[in-house]
């Protein structure tokens, strides 16, 4: 019988056609909007972990609640002793010091003379340490547009923006200028390892990345960093843990009454992510739910139409004895067999769009305004498993849930009105 | 001869507003096994309402209607249903093929309702095209036939799961004068061989003359139970 019925329907293409397009482009949207949407708020978080907050952030609680303004006198000292301390708590846990600065860039000319000058934003991170991998989380080779990453003390990556417009090429010196965690003036000559662009505004305005030990040498800061990043084995931001962390080290390690006792906050808690994550989180539901509802009208409206197309046949096969439950679960079968063919178009489809831009990107670096909240640059699709499954499924119960919205008149008249009806 | 169609003081009313419509009143009829009859009257008279409720497509209002022994009032959808397609066989004055099947799918398909096995189908399928002289038409799609042809198809779709009572609603109301007797002679023919009852619903001359008994209504009533020996051709 089953055969039968989806003979009819390929055969009868108003029938098979039209929702099976329908549940395509429906099973499309849903999977490449999700997948794209997906991705590119999964990399803002991620970019946001691997350049500012970490999974989870250590600081004093003065920084972190002036931590716009990089206050180095609000400096975490005793930063060796906290780390090694984490270190052994979390030992599945990468526990890294950064120092975020600002000051002056001076240019010298070939006299020693001030050539030209600008404002710089600076971050310090232990780069000569090749075991803690700070180089490939900050993903600094692949972003080195000449040049290489620095190698010894003294060296200096300065972003591509700023190389061009200061002129400066690898093997130039420039002068910081800047004051230390104790409010004296300080500066230091660097020597221009390579240029460097990130696709991130916020870095890549004025940026200065050196070795932290220059760093708490020129700020006069030994043994401190302005913030303690501590990075999940694996590189997923694992919320739930991420907050049970935070709250046994602050229990433990924040005196609210000392504004130089360290507190730690998960990345959540930072730079508005934990709407990003929020919305990243119920994404696939949402994306769901607009899909199984406008498709369900759609395809209730198809099967009325479609019904009324096929007044007769019902009426036919309830004179040769079919029960009409037994029509209504038969038009369910194949709308079945339909959700599941424009399902596997519309994944074929989704994946077609999504694939490409998850390996390639989008490239909108043009267009992302500058915030705290750093995005990425790039914008790519994240697809998952998941991502096919959501929108399978809901292909197939979009289109069972319309045929069984228009079937159900037929299922809860009267025979005898019901055949009257049918016109037979 | 065994009584397998018995209606005992059947009226049927439908709701008009207020009020309600009789439209069929206090009837008493027996059929047979294997007669050749016929509900005569014109529009309006009760003939399809009665049909219906041989079918078990219908209930009566008052009064009881037992078909193959069993009482349609006090049948559930499910079990109308299956008397339905055990026992009742329809044939309709517009043919009703399913379009999107091919004539051999068209007469199976009454069989895939009673879960025949493939091998026994095709045996049934072919003897009923057989019986109908189409079994070369039988790939042919219902939008290649003629009038004549799709009644004759339709036939077969009744008859193939061999029915006790084959119910005919005007069955040559759009068929041309020769076909008209063409598929009556096959529906007589039908019935000598397979020992069908056959109910037709008609106001048509040239099925009346085929009938061998004749049970006239007017405004929902008995009008007239009139027996005809031999049939007239």
Request: with cysteine.
């Amino acid at each position: 019988m089953i055969k039968f019925l989806i003979k009819g329907v390929i055969r009868d293409s108003t029938r098979s056609k039209f929702p099976i397009a329908i549940v395509a482009i429906g099973v499309f949207f849903t999977i490449f909007l999700s997948a794209f949407i997906g991705g590119v708020l999964q990399d803002a978080v991620e970019v946001n972990a691997r350049f500012t907050t970490g999974h989870v952030k250590v600081s004093t609680l003065a920084f972190a609640e002036n931590s716009t303004q990089a206050p180095l006198d609000l400096a975490l000292l005793g930063m060796d002793s906290i780390k090694s301390g984490l270190q052994n708590e979390y030992p599945k846990m990468m526990w890294v010091p950064r120092v975020s600065f600002g000051g002056l860039l001076d240019v010298p000319d070939e006299n020693g003379e001030t050539k030209g000058q600008g404002p710089c934003t600076g971050m310090a991170a232990d780069l000569l340490n090749t075991e803690n991998g700070e180089l490939e989380r900050m993903n600094i080779n692949k972003t080195i547009v000449e040049g290489r990453a620095p190698e010894k003390r003294g060296e200096a990556l300065v972003s591509e923006k700023f190389a061009q417009k200061m002129k400066l090429k690898p093997g130039d010196v420039v002068t910081y200028f800047g004051s230390t965690m104790y409010g004296s003036m300080c500066f230091q000559n660097f020597t221009i390892c390579g240029t460097i662009s990130f696709g991130q505004q916020m870095l890549d305005k004025g940026g200065l990345i050196i070795d932290i030990s220059d760093a708490q040498q020129m700020l006069d800061m030994e043994d401190g960093s302005t913030e303690l990043l501590g990075y999940f084995e694996g590189g997923q931001y694992l919320d739930d843990e991420a907050m049970k962390i935070a709250q046994e080290f602050n229990a433990r390690s924040t005196d609210s009454t000392d504004e130089f006792s360290s507190v730690m906050i998960p990345l959540k808690k930072q730079n508005q992510l934990e709407g990003l994550l929020n919305t990243s989180e119920s994404m696939s539901e949402i994306m769901v739910g607009i899909f199984v509802l406008a498709m369900s009208i759609v395809l209730w409206n198809v099967g009325l139409l479609g019904g009324l197309r096929r007044y007769k046949e019902f009426g036919v096969r309830l004179a040769l004895g079919e029960a009409k439950g037994k029509i209504y679960r038969s038009l369910l079968v194949e709308a079945t067999v339909i959700g599941v063919v424009g399902s596997v178009f519309g994944v074929i489809l989704g994946l077609a769009a999504a694939i490409p831009l998850q390996i390639y990107g989008m490239d909108v670096s043009e267009m992302v305004p500058s915030s705290n909240m750093m995005m990425p640059s790039v914008y790519r699709a994240a697809v998952t498993p998941s991502t096919v499954f959501m929108g399978f499924i809901p292909g197939i119960i979009a289109m069972v849930l319309g045929q069984a919205l228009a079937g159900y008149g037929i299922y809860k008249r009267d025979t005898a009105r019901l055949f009257k009806e049918l016109e037979v | 001869m065994e009584t397998i169609i018995s209606i005992k003081n059947l009226t049927k009313e439908f709701p008009v507003g207020d009020g309600a419509f009789v439209a069929l009143k206090n009837i008493n009829l027996d059929f047979k096994k294997g007669e050749f009859a016929g509900l005569v009257g014109p529009s309006g008279s009760g003939k399809t309402t009665l049909l219906n409720i041989i079918g078990s497509l219908d209930v009566p209002t008052n009064g009881t209607a037992e078909i193959m022994g069993k009482d349609i009032a006090g049948l559930s959808h499910k079990e109308a249903a299956q008397l339905r397609n055990k026992y009742v066989g329809f044939i309709f004055q517009e043919f009703h093929l399913l379009p999107v099947y091919t004539v051999y799918e068209n007469v199976e398909f009454a069989l895939l309702l009673q879960d025949i096995p493939k091998d026994e189908r095709h045996k049934a399928v072919m003897e009923a095209l057989e019986w109908v002289g189409l079994t070369h038409k039988k790939d042919a799609k219902p939008s290649k036939l003629s009038g004549g042809e799709s009644q004759r198809v339709a036939i077969a779709r009744a008859i193939v799961k061999r029915p006790a009572i084959l119910l005919a609603d005007e069955p040559s109301a759009n068929l041309d004068s020769a076909n008209a007797h063409n598929i009556m002679q096959v529906m007589v023919k039908l019935n000598e061989e397979l020992d069908t009852t056959f109910i037709f619903s008609t106001h048509d001359e040239k099925v009346m003359q085929y009938l061998k008994r004749i049970v006239h209504l007017r405004d929902g009533g008995l009008e007239k139970d009139e027996w005809i020996k031999e049939a007239t051709v």
